[in-house]
Each structure stands twice: as structure tokens, then as C-alpha cells.
């Protein structure tokens, strides 16, 4: 608390300098895989994806170094604010969203469609970890103190759930769980949310909307109607397992280009590439993200804010439940809930949020000596 | 400071934990990209394979059927046709609704297709239409958006050119009924046809063929990228029939100037059936493209049965065409001599019975020669009476009646040669006496078919040799080309000669039956027999009364006509049968019928076109004398 703090205040040129470029490597090295799928997707065509693609990525690298760059200590004192911001931007797409895919997701801004429940996996982490900075070890295992940010995790997450986008809250629940689990919450009280959740099935059920319904159904047994809604799961699990070891090799994916696989420039992307790369390929990009994992737990441990910890292991989590929930769906482990893949699928709000969430994850890593009292307000 | 360290320790133990976590599900992941590309691969390539690959059966050429000359019977013709894939249509009665504002779509074409449309698989394409003209097929085309699932497909639909000429012969082809789907995946090909009557069906394997196929790389709609490798069928075999063409056209066109009748042309050593007629017919090409239920109707309501083959499945009582068995049972079996004299007086009693002839005054004195040239039925009474029942039936059974000829032809029928056995275990009753004698004039149980008919007159004419009737030469099926060599039946010359100068005088003397039908041309003299086949039972009252003429009689019961014949008659040929179903006497209809087929036959052998042929064959026919 009155931590001496060597490097309080850095120099712009100081900053650049300490940007984790090894990451930054790693990012764009997955994107850029990204962009060659989405060129054999189009049957080797930059457009009409690749281009536009390549297009984000620019523009997501200027945000995610932008926010690198300033002070951590500004983040955590707007934390909230930026994270009320999104929660009324939520409620805006319940009043003003547009239609699209059967759900109400956009915010149309005139120059992008912006989907508020993307962004809002960054804002829960910010959220999240600066209440529990300011709690103490022993106060993190009252429960008083967690009804706020359980608060904050259902908010976002009712409304998403009313757009309805069941595979979205479910993210953000997790991604908010995943704080609160680093933060030191007792165990048992991950039980208990789980037996009540467990409780509270048959009543969601009824909730769902016939199609979601159905989506389970399917992945319960997909071989059961192969023409209808067992359809992408089941060509999804062709494609992939008809590439074997080694692929087929770039543009020669066969189920793709013939349009058996579904959407295969978005959710189904990762299929894509195992078809031509095979296994291996599929092991390289998993390769990929876990060591893009492995900065951010070592950016996380090695920061000296628990606001900055937290924060990390935050965008880790929500980067990881990206990965694990898109590829398990796309391999048949889950049931599809519309996740795309991380820097891959085509997409503009994806590609933001992961690169906003990377810009947080370097900024802790450049701000990892700054100090921050447990009641605001930075020490130096 | 002590606590942030604790809350730090607390803090690194939990991303200690998460860490694992993370690392157990990523490996959960790799592991089951494990089992789906390693361990599962092979079954997810033939998934892969099955998904893109489409096999496709490349329908065999139909065989065609041309007559002994070569020239064409049944063709193949290029067709346009519609077809429809339920499974991209929504509601297929929208969708038909739609297209009947296009071409009109009867209602029986309707349910045919709906019906054939919850038969097959989604994905199997149903003929909507076959046989489109160019202003329907751009009809079609132009509105092909309106019309998804439709599609205009070239394929090959059966002719006959000469339509209800050839029918009975032919048959036809026509869809695929439910209880002939076999297995075999060219009987679920859209518009696929297969032969359900006449040699179309009996050599339907034949003249199918052997499917080819092509394998082609499909999209996810269905569309073809691109074929990757394709296998020819084996068209049809050709079927050259012994018909000839014109003969049949002759027959056919004759007879047509009655009402219900059937004639035979044999060749009476090889058995070529040249031409083999029955009148009415249908159009059989009618059939290839689905009948409308008002057409179906009118033809199985026809009281002249145009439907049924009467050469082949109608049985008539042969009357007195059936005279030369009887004569010749008697002469085999020695029991009378051509000498033998009977003295006609118009009847002759049995008992109480009194059995007519057919001339009321009588005959007279009569030879065998004479029993023939007249027709004289108490001459036949008398010798039936002495051989008895079952030496005739013996006799006619050698002469082939009674019995299948085994043409290749479906739905021939045997007729009846009765026999005191056969009638005790029919009907249960004994054998009467009168039953003989009038069996003696080809009436009573007796039932035969013109072919039988024919046949008959071919063995009296070829010398007794048990020749039988063939529709395409055994070459044409499995190469073997030989001529058949049939079994003498023992019948001796003497008696044939006996029953032929009989037959001879029927024709060639001016007292015979068919004086007036005779053939005048040199080297080409017929030699028959006529028969009136009584259909109904002429009681007492009407004949102490008159016997009505059969033009005062309703049709139905009125006589059948009859007459065989063969020529020429000093070195025979050809044999014919002709009946007239309740046209009256076979001197009057049935002779002249025969003469004209006989004339046109020997006029159309290659031998007899010109002279310089002939003489050049007349050393290798005067061998068969």
C-alpha cells in the first residue's frame, strides 16, 4: 500500500519499446492464418473476405497498441464507466437493433454494425477487475461483497440472453466466472451456482426458443436427421475427419469448396483449415494460441496490480473460452452456439473485441511495475 | 504489504489451477481431433466421398425390332421430356398447379406422378411429362424460375411405327411397375421403360442391355462440377423377328375389313411365323407414354377384345378344319380305307339322337375325298363312331393341338383335345357316344387357336414333320444359327396323300367348299380346308321349323368363320389360318381371306419374284418333294 514504485510514469518512447512485440508477433501471425483461410475459402480469392480482413486487422492493431499505450491507472479509473457505457449500449439494442441472423445483435453505427455483447466480454474483465482490486482477501469471502459483481455479470448477461443469444451469456458468465475464481471466491460457491444452475434447467428449457431447442437436440444426436438440423455438425465431422493427419492440402478441401461445409468463412472456419492442413495444422494453430495464452498468464503473474492480474487473466479466459468453445462445437463436443474463432472467423466485432482484449493483456505488460492503491487513486 | 503477498499467494494458486484446466480441455480438443482425423479417418473419407461423389447410370440403349428384312418394327426416338426432384420442391401441388397453367396437365398424369413421386427417394428424379413438343419445352424453360425442382431432360422413347399393325407382336414397353422393381437400379431411372407384352416383354433382357455409369463430383445443391471417370453400358441386343413387314401390314389391313378375326402365316418347315395378325389391336404407343383411364376403359370394354392376342389365346372350336385329324386317325389305325363309302342323307341317328349334316337334303354317296372336297359331316360321324374318342384325340395331339406351341409370345393358350379320361376327371361324367361323333367335326370339348391351327396344317403339308412355330431365330439370341430339325411323326406318306388330295379338291374342284376362293395362278395353287364353327346349340324347334341364317342372328351368335390352308399345293410351303369370329361360313369370309395371304406370301418369296431365281432354287426344292 505504500509500495515504493520505481517506474510510476514511463516515456512514450519507453512504452513503445517495452510493447511485448513477441506477442504481437504471435497475433498476427494467427491472423495472417486467418487470411489465408479466408482466401481458399472465397476459392482463392481475396475478396470478398481476405481483403476486408486484412482491412480490421489494421485498424484493430492501431486500437490494441493505442490501448496499450496509455496509463493502466486510466483504465482503472474509467473501468466502470467504459463498462456502464457498454451496458447501455445493450439496452440500445433491445430499443434500436436491427434485425440480423433471427436475433437483435447490431448496433448499426453507419460505418460498422457493432454488436455490444462482443465488446462486453472486455468490459466484464475490466469491470470485474477493478472490484475485486479493491477487496480485500478475507472481504472476497463474504458474500456481501460478491451480490455487486455478480450484478455486474447479470446484467449483460439477462440481456443477452433476452436477444436471445443463449451461447453469448453463457460466455460472458463464464468469462466473469473465471475472475472471480482467480479472485480468491470460495469453491464451494462455485458448487453452489452449478447445482442451482443444474435446478434451473428444466425451467430454462422452457424458456429456449424452439431453434435452440432444437440445436441441442442435434447435438445430442446429430446422425438422426442428416439432411436437417444435424446437418452442420455432421459435415462439419466429415470435412475434419476426411483431412486426416496431413490435409489435403491449401485450397484442396474438398467438402468446403463444394459447399457441404456451412458456413465455413465464420463459425465453421477452423473445420476448413483442418481439412487442408489436416491434424497437424489444426495442432499448429492450437499451438498458436496456447502460447499467446502463455504471455497472458505470464503477463498476469508477473504484474504487480492486482486491477492489472485480474485484467489479464480476464482476456486470457475470454481468448480461451473463444478457442475451446469453437472448436469443440465445430468437432462435435458441444452443441453449435455461434462462437466464432478468435483473429479467424470472417467478422468485424470479433476481430475488435480480441484485439481490444490483447491491447489490456500488453498493457498490463508495459504498466506491470505501476502500483495501484486498494481504494483508487494510483500511488505515485 | 503481508496482505497483498497473501492475496497474491492465493491469487497464483488459482491461475495455477486454471492454467491446468485450460491445459486439460486444449488437450481434450487435441485429442479429439485425434480420434475424428486419425482413428475415424477412413470412415469420414468415404463419407466425404459419398457426399461429393455422385454415381450416375447411364441408361442402356433399347434394342431395336426390325422384321426378317431388316426394316424397323419398334425404334428409339429422341425425346424431351420433364422431370421433377421432389425434395426441391416445397409443395409439389403449387408447384403442379403452377406448371399445369403451362402445359395442361390432365388429372390422371397428375395423380400418376404424385403417386410415383411417394414411391421414390426425394432425390429421384419423376418423369412429369414425356415426348414434349418445342413450344412446351420453351414454355418450360422460360418459366423455369417459377419452377424449381423442374428440369428438361433429352432422352430416348420407344416408336412403333406401325403402330396396332405389329401390337400383338411387339407388345410394348411402358413404366415400371412397383411389383417389378427387382433390384436392379435402371428399373428406378426416371422414365425407364421395360416390356410388358409381346416379344417386348418375353425378350426384355435381352433388348435392355447393360446400365453404364459415370461418376461425377457434386456440390452441396446437387449441381455437377465435373466428371471423374465414366463406364459405357452395353446397349440392347437387336431382335430381327421372322415377321415379314408387309405380310403382317397385308394381314392386318384384311382383316380389318372384319370385325374380330386372326390369321397365321407359317413357313411349314422352318416355322417362321410371317405373319401373325389379330384385328382389332390398340396403339401400343399409347401404352409408352402412360393411357389415360377414358382410353383404358374404352379398350378393356371393346366386346372385340382388342387387347387380347386371338392368334395365340383365343380358342375356338376348330370345326370342320379339324376333319384331316380325323381322317388321318382313321387311316393310321387302319380301320377304314379312302374308299371307305358312306351314304349321306342329310343326318345320321344314334339312339334316339339324330346327328345333322350340314347340307339338310345330304350328300349322297361319299368317298374320303369326297367327305373332304364337301365338307360332308355324316361321312365324319360314321368314321368317328368307329375309331372312337381317344385315337382322335391321339391324332390331334401329334398334329399340336391341344398343347402350347411355345411361340415367344406371353399368354398363349393350350385349347382342349378331349378324352374319356379327361372328361371323367373334369367334369365326372362317362364319355358319351354322340360327344364323339361330334368331335368328328371339330365341335363339342374341342378348343384350339389359329396358331395351333396352323401348326397343324404345316405338319399335314410338310410331310408329318413335327415343325412348330418361332418368332425369331435362335441366332438372334444366342448365335447359334442352325436350322431346326424336327421329329418325323410317323405319319404315313399314304395317308397324308389321302388328306392332302382331299384338301386339294376343296380348292381346285369346281364342287369343293372353296371352289370360289382358289388361287389361279400357275405353281401357286392353295390347297385348305374350311370350318364354320358353331357357337350356339340349334334346337329341335328350330331346325324342324328352318335354321335361321347366321345374318338373321345377333352377332355374338352367329358362326365362326374358319379356313387353313397351305401352298403351293404340289410342293407346299406355306401354311395359313384364318378365323373370323361370327362372320358364318368359312367358304365365304375365311377362304378368300386365306387366298389373298397365301398369294401375297408365295409372290413375296425371294424365289418366285422373278424367273431367273426361281430356276436357279428349283433344283434344291425338288428335293423337298
Same mark, same amino acid.
Given at each position: 500500500m ?12 519507453r512504452k ?5 512485440w513477441?506477442l504481437?508477433l504471435?497475433?498476427t501471425a494467427?491472423?495472417a ?10 476459392n ?9 480482413q486484412?482491412?480490421?486487422?489494421g485498424?484493430?492493431?492501431?486500437i490494441?497498441?493505442t ?5 493502466i491507472r486510466f ?9 456502464g457505457?457498454?451496458?447501455v449500449m ?16 447490431w ?21 470485474l477487475?477493478r472490484y475485486?482490486h479493491?477487496v480485500s ?5 463474504r458474500i ?19 436477444q436471445p443469444?443463449?451461447g453469448?451469456?453463457?460466455f460472458l458468465?463464464?468469462t466473469g ?9 470460495r469453491?464451494?460457491?462455485?458448487g ?12 430454462a ?5 424452439p431453434? !435452440?431447442?432444437k440445436?441441442i437436440?442435434?447435438f ?5 436427421d442428416p439432411?436437417?438440423a ?9 470435412a475434419?475427419?476426411?483431412?486426416g493427419?496431413f490435409g489435403?492440402g491449401? %485450397? ?6 463444394l ?5 465455413k468463412?465464420?463459425d465453421?472456419i477452423?473445420?476448413m ?5 489436416g ?7 492450437l499451438?498458436?494460441?496456447?502460447l ?6 505470464a503477463?498476469s503473474l508477473?504484474?504487480r496490480t492486482?486491477?492489472?492480474?485480474l485484467l489479464?487473466?480476464?482476456i ?6 473463444y ?8 468437432m ?13 472467423s470472417?467478422?468485424?466485432?470479433? %476481430?475488435?473485441t ?10 498490463t ?9 486498494r ?6 | 504489504?503481508?496482505?497483498?503477498s ?5 491469487f497464483s494458486r488459482?491461475v495455477a ?11 481434450l480438443?487435441a485429442?479429439?481431433?485425434? !480420434?475424428?482425423?486419425?482413428?475415424e479417418s ?14 450416375r447410370?447411364?441408361?442402356?440403349p433399347?434394342?431395336t425390332i426390325v422384321?426378317?428384312?431388316g426394316r ?5 426416338q ?6 421433377l426432384?421432389?425434395?426441391?420442391v416445397n409443395?409439389?401441388n403449387?408447384?403442379?398447379?403452377t406448371?399445369?397453367?403451362i402445359?395442361?396437365?390432365e388429372?390422371?398424369e ?6 410415383e413421386?411417394?414411391?421414390?427417394r ?8 414425356e415426348?414434349?413438343?418445342w ?7 422460360v418459366?423455369?424460375p417459377d ?16 403402330a396396332?399393325?405389329?401390337a ?11 411389383k417389378?422393381?427387382t ?5 428406378e431411372?426416371p422414365g425407364?421403360?421395360v416390356g ?7 425378350f426384355d ?8 455409369n ?7 445443391v446437387?449441381?455437377v462440377?465435373?466428371?471423374l471417370?465414366?463406364q ?17 401390314k397385308?394381314a ?9 378375326a386372326?390369321a ?7 416355322g ?5 395378325s389379330s384385328?382389332p389391336?390398340f396403339?401400343?404407343?399409347?401404352f409408352?407414354?402412360?393411357l389415360s383411364?377414358?382410353t383404358?376403359?374404352?379398350l378393356i370394354?371393346?366386346p ?19 376333319k384331316m385329324v380325323?381322317?388321318l386317325?382313321?387311316l ?12 349321306c342323307r342329310g343326318h345320321?341317328?344314334?339312339?334316339n339322337a339324330?346327328f345333322?349334316?350340314?347340307?339338310r337334303h345330304?350328300h ?21 363312331k368307329?375309331?372312337?374318342?381317344d385315337?382322335?384325340?391321339a ?10 406351341t411355345?411361340?415367344e409370345?406371353p399368354?398363349?393358350?393350350g ?5 374319356r379320361?379327361?372328361?371323367k376327371a373334369l ?11 361330334i368331335?368328328?367335326?371339330g ?6 387357336t389359329?396358331l ?7 405338319r ?8 412348330l412355330?418361332r418368332?425369331i431365330?435362335?441366332?438372334e439370341?444366342d448365335?447359334?444359327?442352325e436350322?431346326?430339325v424336327?421329329?418325323d411323326?410317323g405319319?404315313s406318306k ?6 392332302r388330295?382331299g384338301m386339294?379338291?376343296v ?9 370360289r376362293?382358289?388361287?389361279?395362278e400357275?405353281?401357286?395353287?392353295m ?6 364353327a358353331?357357337v350356339?346349340?340349334i334346337s ?11 345374318h338373321?342372328?345377333?352377332w355374338r351368335?352367329r358362326?365362326h368363320?374358319l379356313?387353313v ?8 410351303r ?17 377362304a378368300?381371306?386365306a ?8 409372290k ?10 426361281a ?7 425338288s428335293e423337298?418333294i
Amino acid at each position: 500500500m505504500h509500495g515504493f514504485a520505481p517506474s510510476q510514469r514511463l516515456s512514450l518512447g519507453r512504452k513503445i519499446l517495452q510493447i511485448n512485440w513477441g506477442l504481437v508477433l504471435l497475433i498476427t501471425a494467427t491472423a495472417a492464418v486467418g487470411i489465408a483461410m479466408l482466401y481458399s475459402a472465397a476459392n482463392g480469392s481475396w475478396n470478398p473476405w481476405a481483403t476486408r480482413q486484412i482491412a480490421r486487422y489494421g485498424v484493430g492493431l492501431v486500437i490494441l497498441i493505442t490501448i496499450a499505450l496509455v496509463d493502466i491507472r486510466f483504465w482503472y479509473r474509467y473501468a466502470y464507466l467504459i463498462y456502464g457505457i457498454l451496458l447501455v449500449m445493450l439496452i440500445a439494442v433491445e430499443v434500436v437493433g436491427s434485425v440480423g441472423m433471427g436475433a437483435q445483435r447490431w448496433i448499426n453505427l453507419g460505418v460498422i454494425k457493432l454488436q455490444p455483447s462482443e465488446l462486453m466480454k472486455v468490459g466484464i474483465a475490466l469491470a470485474l477487475a477493478r472490484y475485486f482490486h479493491g477487496v480485500s482477501a478475507e472481504d472476497v469471502r463474504r458474500i456481501p461483497y460478491l451480490l455487486a459483481p455478480i450484478l455486474m455479470i447479470g446484467a449483460p448477461s439477462a440481456l443477452v440472453l433476452k436477444q436471445p443469444d443463449l451461447g453469448t451469456a453463457l460466455f460472458l458468465i463464464m468469462t466473469g466466472g473465471a475472475v472471480f475464481f482467480v479472485a480468491g471466491v470460495r469453491l464451494w460457491k462455485f458448487g453452489l451456482v452449478f447445482a442451482a444452475a443444474g435446478a434451473a434447467v428444466p425451467i430454462a428449457w422452457s424458456m429456449l426458443r424452439p431453434y !435452440q431447442q432444437k440445436r441441442i437436440f442435434t447435438f445430442l444426436d446429430p446422425e438422426t436427421d442428416p439432411l436437417g438440423a444435424g446437418y452442420h455438425i455432421l459435415q462439419s465431422k466429415i470435412a475434419l475427419g476426411s483431412g486426416g493427419l496431413f490435409g489435403k492440402g491449401f %485450397m484442396q478441401g474438398s467438402q468446403s469448396h463444394l459447399n457441404f461445409l456451412p458456413e465455413k468463412q465464420t463459425d465453421f472456419i477452423f473445420t476448413m483449415l483442418a481439412e487442408e492442413f489436416g491434424m497437424v495444422g489444426g495442432l499448429v494453430l492450437l499451438g498458436l494460441y496456447m502460447l499467446i495464452m502463455v504471455y497472458g498468464f505470464a503477463i498476469s503473474l508477473r504484474s504487480r496490480t492486482h486491477f492489472g492480474r485480474l485484467l489479464a487473466m480476464g482476456i486470457t479466459s475470454m481468448l480461451f473460452l473463444y478457442v475451446f468453445i469453437n472448436i469443440a462445437m465445430v468437432m462435435g463436443l458441444i452443441p453449435v452456439v455461434g462462437v466464432p474463432l478468435p483473429l479467424i472467423s470472417y467478422g468485424g466485432t470479433a %476481430m475488435l473485441t480480441l484485439m481490444i482484449g490483447m491491447g489490456f493483456l500488453i498493457c498490463t505488460y508495459i504498466h506491470r511495475d505501476v502500483t495501484i492503491s486498494r481504494h483508487g487513486g494510483g500511488d505515485g | 504489504m503481508y496482505k497483498d503477498s497473501s492475496r497474491f499467494k492465493s491469487f497464483s494458486r488459482r491461475v495455477a489451477f486454471l492454467g491446468g484446466g485450460k491445459v486439460l480441455l486444449l488437450s481434450l480438443l487435441a485429442g479429439r481431433m485425434y !480420434q475424428l482425423q486419425v482413428i475415424e479417418s477412413d470412415k469420414y473419407k468415404t463419407l466425404a466421398d459419398e457426399n461429393r461423389i455422385n454415381l450416375r447410370l447411364l441408361p442402356p440403349p433399347r434394342g431395336t425390332i426390325v422384321d426378317r428384312y431388316g426394316r424397323a418394327l419398334a425404334v428409339n426416338q429422341e425425346n424431351y421430356r420433364v422431370t421433377l426432384v421432389a425434395e426441391q420442391v416445397n409443395d409439389i401441388n403449387t408447384m403442379l398447379d403452377t406448371l399445369s397453367g403451362i402445359i395442361s396437365l390432365e388429372d390422371y398424369e397428375r395423380h400418376r406422378i404424385l403417386r410415383e413421386v411417394r414411391r421414390r427417394r426425394g432425390f429421384v428424379p419423376v418423369t412429369v411429362r414425356e415426348n414434349l413438343d418445342w413450344r412446351d419445352v420453351s414454355r418450360i424453360e422460360v418459366n423455369a424460375p417459377d419452377l424449381p425442382g423442374l428440369s428438361i431432360e433429352v432422352g430416348q422413347s420407344r416408336q412403333y411405327p406401325f403402330a396396332e399393325d405389329f401390337a400383338h407382336v411387339l407388345g410394348y414397353v411402358s413404366a415400371v411397375s412397383e411389383k417389378e422393381v427387382t433390384g436392379d437400379p435402371l428399373l428406378e431411372l426416371p422414365g425407364f421403360k421395360v416390356g410388358k407384352n409381346g416379344v417386348e416383354r418375353v425378350f426384355d433382357l435381352n433388348l435392355r442391355g447393360k446400365a453404364g455409369n459415370t461418376q461425377v463430383e457434386v456440390n452441396a445443391v446437387g449441381r455437377v462440377i465435373r466428371e471423374l471417370s465414366r463406364q459405357e453400358g452395353q446397349p440392347g441386343v437387336d431382335l430381327r423377328l421372322t415377321i415379314d413387314r408387309d405380310l403382317q401390314k397385308l394381314a392386318a389391313d384384311r382383316l380389318k375389313e372384319e370385325k374380330s378375326a386372326s390369321a397365321v402365316i407359317l413357313d411349314i418347315h422352318n416355322g417362321d411365323v410371317l405373319a401373325l395378325s389379330s384385328v382389332p389391336g390398340f396403339d401400343p404407343n399409347e401404352f409408352v407414354t402412360g393411357l389415360s383411364s377414358k382410353t383404358w376403359r374404352r379398350l378393356i370394354n371393346d366386346p372385340y377384345a382388342p387387347l387380347t392376342n386371338k392368334a395365340i389365346s383365343g380358342l375356338y372350336a376348330p370345326g370342320s378344319t379339324f376333319k384331316m385329324v380325323v381322317a388321318l386317325a382313321a387311316l393310321e389305325a387302319r380301320i377304314v380305307a379312302p374308299d371307305h363309302r358312306v351314304f349321306c342323307r342329310g343326318h345320321t341317328q344314334l339312339g334316339n339322337a339324330r346327328f345333322h349334316c350340314w347340307k339338310r337334303h345330304g350328300h349322297g354317296w361319299q368317298d374320303m375325298y369326297d367327305a373332304h372336297q364337301n365338307s360332308c359331316d355324316v361321312y365324319f360321324y360314321d368314321i368317328a363312331k368307329r375309331i372312337g374318342i381317344d385315337r382322335i384325340a391321339a391324332m390331334a395331339t401329334r398334329f399340336g393341338l391341344g398343347t402350347k406351341t411355345g411361340i415367344e409370345l406371353p399368354s398363349e393358350k393350350g385349347g382342349v383335345i378331349p378324352t374319356r379320361a379327361w372328361k371323367k376327371a373334369l367334369i365326372g361324367t362317362a364319355w358319351q357316344q354322340g360327344e364323339t361323333l361330334i368331335s368328328g367335326i371339330g365341335q363339342g370339348f374341342i378348343l384350339t387357336t389359329p396358331l395351333q391351327l396352323a401348326v397343324m396344317t404345316a405338319r399335314i403339308a410338310n410331310g408329318g414333320k413335327a415343325v412348330l412355330p418361332r418368332l425369331i431365330r435362335a441366332a438372334e439370341v444366342d448365335g447359334k444359327e442352325e436350322e431346326p430339325v424336327f421329329k418325323d411323326l410317323g405319319i404315313s406318306k399314304r395317308s397324308l396323300d389321302v388328306v392332302r388330295e382331299g384338301m386339294n379338291r376343296v380348292t381346285n374342284v369346281q364342287q369343293g367348299t372353296a371352289y370360289r376362293a382358289r388361287i389361279s395362278e400357275e405353281g401357286m395353287e392353295m390347297s385348305g380346308k374350311t370350318g364354320t364353327a358353331q357357337v350356339r346349340r340349334i334346337s329341335k324347334a328350330e331346325r324342324d321349323t328352318r335354321v335361321l341364317k347366321n345374318h338373321e342372328r345377333p352377332w355374338r351368335e352367329r358362326d365362326h368363320a374358319l379356313f387353313v390352308g397351305y401352298a403351293p399345293s404340289d410342293n407346299p410351303r406355306y401354311a395359313v389360318s384364318v378365323i373370323v369370329e361370327h362372320a358364318g361360313g368359312g367358304s365365304k369370309v375365311a377362304a378368300p381371306i386365306a387366298r389373298d395371304l397365301l398369294l401375297a406370301t408365295q409372290k413375296r418369296d425371294p424365289a418366285n419374284r422373278t424367273l431367273a431365281p426361281a430356276a436357279a432354287k428349283a433344283p434344291a426344292k425338288s428335293e423337298e418333294i
